[in-house]
Structure formats: C-alpha cells, structure tokens
C-alpha cells in the first residue's frame, strides 16, 4: 500500500530531526515514495524494528562545552544506481554535540570521486558559514579557523592549491567558495584517514560495530540506559 508506506516515511523523516543515526536510512527510503515495493516496505520495517531496539537513543547537549564547531564530510562518489550521482553526507558538531547533519543526492553527476568529495566540502563550508554567523550574533564568537575533517587527499590539493586546472572546471563556484574561507583564515580543511572519518554514517550501509563506535563519537548516547 503506497499510503502506508509515505505515512511510515514521513514519520521517519521527522525523526531524523533529532536522530543523525536514522540520515542515511530515511534518505534511501524517501527515494521511492512515488512507487514503493515490497522490498522498501521491509526496509522501513527494519528502520523501525532498530527504533523499539533503541528508544532511548538521542543526542546529549552537556552543560560544559567549550562552544567550538567542527565540521565533518564525505561523499559516496556515483552510489545511486539508477542515475550514477554521487551522495553528500556531512555532520557540524558543536563541542562535542552534534547540531546540524544531513544526508543528500548531489544533484548533478560527477566525473570523478575527488570532484565528489569536493561539492561535498563546499556544501560544509556554508553551513558552517551560516551557522558561524548565528553563533556571532548570540556573542559566541569563532576568531580561530574551523576545522574541516575530509578523507579525500585529492580533494584537500584542490581546496590549498592556487592555480585551478581542468580536473576543477566542473566545480568552480565551490572552488572559489572554499578557497575564499581558506584565504581569510575562517576554514582549516584536515585531513582524516578513511576509517576514522565519523561522516561514513551519512553516505553508507556500515556494519553493527563500527557503526556503534560511531555513534559514540558522534555524541550520541542512550538516556534510558543506566550509568
């Protein structure tokens, strides 16, 4: 039944507001809400049955926190099937709480895994513009670089190196944006190595393990469960 299944979906979307660990599922799902099959009816099933598994799980803002954002990126380059574009998933955390996440299509194709991860930097980048700005006009001031944590080398070269070259035609706009951040000392891009990048839960299927490590890093934990 299609009805139930967008009723389902929704539900699950509006969870996603305060459950970064549900992105990349509900992301996947809403895909086929025009004509859902029976293998998405048991996919969203599966979403559910981890929800009962976990209904204490959520996102703890700790009263000391030193206030400093922390960007995270990465991109999942050609991972749609159907139409071979790329998926965006990147996560800002505030201390050590996550305030802002999302899992995303890119919209257009891209024609190689650096270009990729890059749109998805840029995308970072104004988020972490707009909520910079935020924090500034509640007096929370951010004089230092905010570090930008990203696993592509080849994406890191494009952002530090001066001189645009054919592999950034397609990008320009994020180039320049990007670069214009670094310039003025308001973005530090960081490497991170692959199996260390926390944004792996915004862009793919993981394991139970190493998605559970994850979700400690990110700050998210069991308030139901005793301490």
């Not at 790329?86 to 899992?103: A, D, H, R, V």
């Not at 530090?160 to 592999?167: A, C, I, L």
């Amino acid at each position: 039944d299609p009805a139930t299944y967008r009723r389902l979906v929704g539900r699950l979307i509006y969870l996603c507001f305060t459950r970064p660990d549900l992105a990349y599922s509900v992301q996947a799902l809403s895909q086929f809400m025009q004509n859902p099959r029976s293998e998405h009816w048991q996919a969203a099933l599966r979403v559910v049955r981890y929800l009962k598994g976990h209904p204490g799980q959520g996102i703890l803002l700790p009263r000391e926190n030193n206030l400093q954002l922390f960007g995270w990126c990465d991109s999942d380059w050609a991972s749609c099937p159907l139409t071979r574009k790329s998926l965006t998933g990147w996560f800002i955390q505030l201390g050590t709480s996550p305030i802002s996440w999302k899992t995303q299509k890119q919209q257009t194709v891209s024609a190689s895994s650096a270009e990729a991860e890059y749109r998805s930097m840029a995308k970072t980048t104004r988020e972490l513009k707009w909520i910079k700005d935020i924090l500034a006009s509640l007096h929370v001031p951010h004089p230092d670089p905010i570090r930008l944590y990203c696993d592509s080398q080849a994406a890191l070269h494009i952002a530090k190196n001066p001189v645009f070259h054919e592999r950034t035609k397609h990008i320009e706009v994020d180039c320049h944006l990007v670069r214009d951040e670094i310039i003025h000392k308001r973005l530090l891009p960081s490497y991170v190595p692959t199996h260390t990048q926390l944004a792996d839960l915004f862009t793919k299927a993981l394991g139970a393990k190493k998605f559970g490590a994850i979700l400690v890093k990110l700050g998210i934990q069991d308030l139901h469960a005793p301490t």
